[in-house]
């Protein structure tokens, strides 16, 4: 593509530009030069003299969308084949002119990804600019394919068959991050840190447990997004401009030849409705949330207080003034890049809100933001395939912490009840030795069993198997547990589960 013939400030580009009129594409001259009439603009008449030719052109550039959109070539190109191909199969247009058509088309779609393609401001659009360049390589012809569909019903459709294929790349990212958690929890359903609330050590929990919770949230957001897919993807070709066409059109034809698995039922709702968009990038909020959660933990278990783990270099930057400085960049700026996406969702949200049926030009603004959205969940998801699999615990570090915290307090007070004491009063003895370890500076399992029975005679010689971090986590074995071999369970079944979407 080349990059500056669809700058809006090119003047020598603009000179043609003509005020984009929607009522004319069929009707429209196939060459730009021919195109760009601007002395039969309104704007001329209305504005005159010297000031109308430069606010034409820049109203040709600020409502032109060539500059963005053209990222819907293939799909653009690839509905008009089905398009023409329906028409054919119809009886609308001849298997002469279809074939023509089809053959030009390929040829467009080879000069764009040759780089060969010159965009054209004054063509307002991708849908535009193919069609001309289409008319130009196979003559009047070429005039043809836009019978029975207008430019609102193909861009939704090229939306939908743009999203559909990112949405498909997106959920493939998203099975190798989780087959690669997997991996990670598997070896370390044995691994022991701090489980935490309030972000106070709370209770010992398996490392492998944790990164299993990851999984979860993960595997949440890929069945939301297969969900979000089903309604991606359904055909609006053949809506028209807004209340169908008065061709004898069968749209179950385009919708099988491009793989849509049902047809938008209401013409007015399919040119008009993004709800799918609003939906995708509201799975992508919730994902990003979840991929900022997990930067949060990492960012803070990489510090020096923490030193829970270590994330490959390829990860982090230096500092240009600390020499000692490892930073945590890549999970920093997932965490900040949720906010964008978060804020694309406000943007589509608004967009739509205020819009009377059936099309409106505020749709052509739907663009920007989803793309942003799936280039920064892209982008997030690609860097942390690879490295959260790729976090190494640091053992001891995580073995220190958990003993530090009275981690096991809850086991010695279900213990006491196990025995016979009330939950309640179980409670406050534990209270009580925990008390007593904080004076001294040791742990409950380093207290003697003199010590504990000062609190409770309920306390036999047998406590200590309950006050090891092993011997608690053992003890929750059930399912969602964080026994490891709950954990190793859930890692199997967690295999087993992601293939619905392999
Ligand atoms: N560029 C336009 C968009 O993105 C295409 C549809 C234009 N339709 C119209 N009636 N002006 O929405």
Redesign the pocket.
């Known amino acids: 593509m080349n990059a500056t013939s669809s700058n809006p400030s090119n003047p020598e580009q603009n000179k043609n530009s003509r005020a984009?009129d929607?009522s004319t594409d069929a009707s429209r001259t196939n060459s730009p030069a021919q195109n760009g009439d601007v002395q039969n603009s309104p704007g001329q008449q209305m504005w005159g003299g010297r000031f109308s030719e430069a606010t034409d052109s820049f109203v040709a550039a600020f409502t032109a969308?060539v500059g963005f959109?053209q990222r819907f070539a293939r799909h653009d190109i690839e509905g008009s084949i089905a398009h023409a191909t329906m028409l054919k199969e119809c009886n609308i247009l001849s298997s002469d002119d279809v074939a023509t058509i089809i053959d030009g088309l390929k040829q467009v779609l080879s000069e764009i990804e040759a780089g060969e393609f010159n965009w054209s401001i004054a063509l307002?659009?991708v849908?535009m600019n193919v069609e001309s360049r289409l008319t130009d390589l196979i003559g009047p012809v070429g005039k043809k394919l836009h019978t029975g569909r207008?430019?609102?019903d193909?861009?939704a459709t090229d939306i939908r068959l743009w999203l559909r294929e990112e949405t498909d790349n997106i959920i493939a990212l998203l099975v190798r991050l989780q087959s690669g958690l997997l991996d990670l929890a598997e070896q370390h359903t044995d691994t022991i840190m701090p489980g935490f609330t309030h972000l106070q050590t709370a209770q010992p929990v398996s490392f492998g447990h944790h990164v299993m919770a990851w999984f979860e949230m993960l595997f949440r957001d890929t069945e939301r997004l297969v969900d979000a897919r089903r309604r991606i993807n359904q055909l609006p070709l053949g809506s028209a401009?807004l209340a169908g066409t008065t061709f004898p059109i069968d749209r179950t034809i385009t919708a099988e030849l491009l793989g849509f698995e049902g047809i938008c039922q209401n013409s007015l709702d399919a040119v008009s409705d993004r709800d799918f968009a609003i939906e995708f990038t509201a799975a992508a909020s919730i994902l990003m949330m979840h991929l900022s959660r997990m930067s949060e933990e990492i960012i803070l278990w990489m510090s020096a207080q923490f030193n829970f783990v270590q994330i490959p270099d390829r990860f982090c930057t230096g500092s240009s003034i600390m020499p000692q400085k490892k930073n945590p960049d890549v999970p920093e700026l997932v965490r900040g890049k949720a906010a964008r996406v978060f804020g694309q969702l406000m943007t589509l949200l608004s967009l739509m809100k205020s819009q009377p049926l059936a099309?409106n030009?505020d749709?052509?603004e739907?663009?920007e933001p989803l793309f942003d959205c799936v280039d920064t969940l892209t982008g997030s998801l690609l860097a942390f395939a690879d490295m959260l699999p790729n976090i190494t615990p640091n053992k001891e570090n995580m073995r220190a912490a958990t003993m530090k915290g009275y981690a096991t307090a809850t086991d010695l007070a279900d213990y006491l009840v196990r025995n016979g004491v009330a939950f309640r009063d179980a409670h406050e003895v534990v209270g009580h030795a925990v008390a007593l370890g904080i004076r001294e500076g040791v742990d409950l399992s380093d207290l003697s069993l003199a010590q504990l029975q000062q609190f409770s005679d309920a306390i036999g010689d047998d406590v200590f198997d309950y006050l090891t971090l092993e011997g608690s986590l053992a003890a929750r074995d059930h399912l969602g547990g964080t026994a490891p071999n709950q954990v190793k369970q859930a890692v199997s079944l967690g295999r087993t589960r992601l293939e619905v979407f392999a």
Do not use: L, M
């Open positions: 984009p929607s969308s959109d307002e659009d849908h207008s430019r609102n193909q861009v401009a099309y030009k749709n052509q739907d663009k």
